[in-house]
């Protein structure tokens, strides 16, 4: 029976609930040693009625062992990894050792580790429970987590108990688990061990009402104390010394396995370390390859154990009885004797435990043990356990005697920390890895590369570039570039662009060295940018795929950079470049924003956005944040907008990344604009084409001059409006597509006051959303010349299409030109496909593209249920029963939702 834990208990109930009727979730219980987290999950784990339970506790021991929670977790259900997606099965069987190979991406096996637990959901739902979440194998953990913050369309509740403040990231919902209230632990004293309520008040108090304290310290008072004649023991055991007196009474063979049984969980090693150190011998006679007998030293010590309370057999696991039990062991034991218990465990076991007791037997430094772990970390690395392979490359390292071997691993420990999701930790490591390179200039060079690196995506980029440009490969020069770009320090990418072009001919170095060309006005640049996008088709990697994005850009092709960024997210998603999606992901949302597909930006930027907050991609937060907002503006969402710009510009700002802060300072123009503010917007604009390097970008001035032309015209500034056009014939004088034209004849058609251009512009126009733009600036001017009949063909043209992408405030602009003009405004018919949220919609088309439950899981890094719980909302919203259906209504479609954006 629990006490005073009611609210506790309808916490967890109404989470478990909401997730038998399909709306899952995670919740963590968090409080000190004794606080009764375990009594409550086992309280609860049985409240799920026919829902099934999978239930680990992660254990201190195996915290450093890849996999090893997840192994414990998952392996009652591996029954059911053939119903996963290929991808996802691969690298769930990777993790749990059940196949060769490296899959090696922690967002599949994330996603795989969803679709596998939902498997385990049906029908009835399924209640994860995890106790000791701190000690959890980092790998397990991330894993873990990654599903937890994807279960709203699941029948699947997590409970995670954790200690203390460890931070578990992404998981909103908390239950506080703190002492018991006064009543209900005086009740619990008085009713299991007869303490009369003047002593329990006592006790209470000192205390903190904390369960595990009061049960342990009255169950230990003598009958004078507990009547109260005497007082009670000053100080009161607390901590470790709860337990530490019966540790004490126990015999010298049964302290000795307690110890081992401290450093390792399995009970067959517990139990054959044990009578090898107790005889110090071998265990017994060979029975098999590699099988021993137990003697019965072993078991007699372990029944003393079982006996006494400290412990007891879970399986094939010893599980003391609180973790506080393994700490009072550690504290009567030396040094010395952890040590032997660790070198005895080496012996009988293998892989990584061999080598994590081969570390915690050393003494001093060892090449052979720091070799042991190295393998250790590479085994980890090649199945996605990046945060467990930086533990051990770290621990390896400390143990390298000589300064270059340490260097190579304290870096290789960086890179898996940083592929892990922890930056921090990254960072520490790189900066260790520096101290200890010596005269190697080349390994040097290779660690200062990727200091850069960390500080382009999650630190200050102007910083980036200082430590990039020290370089002279084409790789460091490219990423100096890059991060100059996000800058927006022109004269940086100029000079990088020229040292570029030293080196032999290339894609990427004529992209480089075309971008830098082009920006300081040589002739040359252009044509270096043009013979690089002729090898688009022999390019293979989504990085390539975006220094093409940078190249269309560069020649003011935005039609094309949209193009090449789809196809840059298309195979981020497909090769299993662990830690590059978000990355890519800024770009294809800002393509598909700029296209007019604003559903589909908002479902990759939140998607984005949420992977780069699991990464620690602070600058790519800012990124997908500025988008969003962006997107915010177009549907005139004043306030989301605001509060979206300002988390976006805190970051950029701060971190001296132009591209971003220039982005989220435009979202506030574009609402401006959006809303026919435009004194304010026009001032804006201004602002942002004045801004330097760090708060501004040249880039963002580019796209942004349509929207500052006409921004510039309501007001009447036409000496702004003409200087804005001129930087923009200037910027696109390279650009040959129709879509790049089309937005300068606009601008002409804007400054100049020259129907013939808005005439020219619609029919360049491949963008429907631009082309909506251009209808509505002309059909306002037919109208305001007295010519609404010509002008209702156009204002039609745009409110339907305004009214399709979601732009509500150019909606309304058009409909009440249109009633204007004569014509009544009666609604156009919605698109039946506008009906779908931005997940189903990109669902429904990749249905379309002829893709099953299974291959979309794998594609978006959902579960196959997850999916077909979509397609279940999706028939009935448009009316249809078959996935035939849904693939002819996206066709019949496509235009609005133009094919290349299927992601």
């Known amino acids: 029976m629990l006490y005073g834990r009611s609210a506790e208990i309808s916490a967890l109930d109404e989470v478990i609930a909401r997730a038998r009727d399909g709306s899952g979730g995670a919740v963590v219980l968090r409080g000190e040693a004794g606080a009764g987290k375990t009594a409550l999950l086992d309280a609860v784990a049985v409240r799920g009625g026919a ?78 429970v995890v106790d000791d979440f701190q000690w959890v194998d980092r790998a397990s953990a991330d894993a873990l987590l990654f599903a937890a913050r994807r279960l709203g369309t699941e029948r699947i509740a997590m409970l995670l108990a954790v200690r203390g403040d460890a931070p578990l990231k992404g998981v909103p919902l908390t239950v506080e688990v703190r002492g018991l209230p006064g ?30 304290a009061l049960g342990e310290i009255a169950a230990r008072l003598t009958p004078a104390q507990l009547a109260g004649r005497e007082p009670l023991p000053d100080p009161l055991p607390g901590g470790v010394r709860l337990f530490g007196d019966r540790v004490a ?27 090898r150190l107790s005889a110090g011998q071998t265990v017994g006679p060979t029975v098999g390859p590699g099988e021993t007998t137990v003697g019965w030293a072993g078991r007699m010590a372990l029944a003393e154990l079982e006996e006494s309370g400290l412990a007891e057999l879970s399986g094939t696991r010893v599980h003391f009885r609180h973790p506080l ?11 010395a004797d952890v040590r032997r218990v660790h070198a005895v465990l080496a012996e009988l076991s293998e892989g990584e435990r061999r080598a994590w007791h081969l570390a915690g037997a050393a003494i001093g430094q060892d090449e052979r043990v720091a070799g042991a772990l190295v393998a250790a970390a590479e ?48 960072e520490s490591l ?138 840059a997210g298309r195979v981020a998603r497909v090769s299993g470049m662990t830690g590059q999606l978000p990355v890519v992901l800024e770009f294809v949302a800002t393509a598909e924003r700029i296209a007019g597909r604003l559903a589909r930006s908002q479902a990759l930027s939140e998607e984005g956005l949420a992977l780069a907050r699991e990464a620690g991609y602070e600058n790519t937060v800012a990124a997908h944040l500025a988008n969003l907002a962006a997107l915010a503006a177009l549907r005139g969402e004043e306030e989301l907008c605001e509060r979206q710009a300002r988390e976006a510009l805190a970051i950029a700002i701060s971190h001296r990344v132009g591209l971003r802060a220039g982005m989220a300072a435009y979202a506030r123009a574009l609402l401006d604009l959006c809303l026919g503010r435009y004194a304010a917007a026009h001032d804006r604009f201004t602002a942002i084409a004045a801004a330097g390097p760090g708060t501004g970008h040249p880039a963002v001035v580019w796209r942004m001059t349509p929207d500052r032309v006409e921004a510039a015209v309501r007001v009447g500034d036409e000496q702004g409006a003409r200087a804005a056009l001129v930087a923009y014939e200037r910027w696109s004088a ?87 003009a004569g014509e009544s405004g009666q609604a156009p018919p919605v698109a039946v496909l506008d009906v779908l949220t931005p997940q189903e919609l990109r669902i429904a088309g990749l249905v379309a593209d002829g893709l099953s439950s299974k291959q979309i899981a794998a594609r978006l890094f959902l579960s196959p249920r997850t999916v077909e719980y979509h397609l279940y909302k999706i028939y009935p919203k448009l009316g249809i029963g078959s996935r035939t259906d849904l693939a002819r209504l996206v066709v019949l479609q496509k235009a609005p939702v133009a094919e290349d954006g299927m992601l």
Request: proline share 4%; with cysteine.
């Open 51 to 128: 829902m099934c339970v999978l239930r680990i506790t992660g254990v201190e021991p195996e915290s450093d062992l890849a996999f090893a929670a997840l192994h414990q977790m998952l392996w009652p259900v591996t029954g059911s990894l053939d119903e996963l997606p290929e991808p996802q099965r691969d690298a769930v069987r990777a993790a749990l050792g059940l196949a060769a190979g490296s899959a090696g991406d922690r967002y599949l096996l994330g996603a795989g580790v969803l679709s596998l637990l939902a498997e385990a959901a049906a029908p009835d739902g399924l209640i994860c």
């Open 183 to 212: 009543a209900a632990a005086a009740e619990m004293l008085e009713s299991r061990y007869a303490v009369p309520p003047g002593v329990a008040r006592e006790l209470v108090t000192l205390t903190r009402a904390n369960p595990l």
């Open 249 to 275: 009474t126990l015999s010298a063979a049964a302290r000795l396995l307690a110890l081992v049984a401290a450093v390792e969980a399995d009970l067959g090693l517990i139990l054959r370390a044990g009578d």
């Open 325 to 335: 039990v393994r700490s009072a062991v550690y504290e009567v034991a030396t040094p």
């Open 379 to 426: 085994r980890a690395r090649d199945r996605g356990g990046y945060g467990d392979a930086a533990t051990a490359l770290a621990r390896a390292a400390e143990l390298t005697p000589e300064p270059r071997a340490r260097a190579v691993r304290l870096k290789d420990a960086a890179v898996a920390a940083w592929l892990g999701g922890r930056p921090g930790q990254a």
């Open 430 to 567: 790189l900066a260790e890895a520096r101290e200890q390179v010596g005269a190697d200039a080349d390994l040097a060079m290779e660690i200062a590369r990727l200091r850069g690196r960390f500080e382009l995506n999650s630190g200050s980029a102007a910083e980036a570039v200082r430590i990039l440009a020290a370089g002279d490969s084409l790789d460091m020069l490219a990423d100096a570039m890059e991060a100059a770009s996000y800058v927006g320090d022109t004269a940086a990418v100029v000079e990088l662009g020229r040292r570029a072009a030293a080196h032999p001919e290339g894609f990427l170095r004529d992209t480089v060295a075309g971008i830098g060309l082009t920006l300081d006005g040589d002739a040359a640049g252009p044509g270096l940018l043009r013979r690089a996008l002729a090898r688009v088709e022999e390019l293979g990697e989504a990085a390539e795929y975006l220094w093409a994005t940078a190249a269309a850009s560069q020649l003011g092709e935005s039609d094309l950079a949209t193009e090449m960024a789809g196809r």
């Open 734 to 820: 390279h650009a040959a597509t129709p879509e790049s034209r089309a937005l300068l004849a606009r601008c002409r058609g804007l400054a100049d006051s020259c129907e013939d251009a808005f005439g020219e512009a619609l029919r360049l126009h491949t963008n429907p959303f631009e082309a909506a733009r251009t209808a509505l600036l002309l059909g306002e001017r037919l109208r305001r010349a007295q010519r609404p009949g010509e002008a209702r063909a156009h204002l039609r043209m745009a409110w339907e299409t305004f009214e399709r992408a979601g732009a509500r405030p150019w909606a309304r602009r058009a409909q009440d030109e249109l009633r204007a």
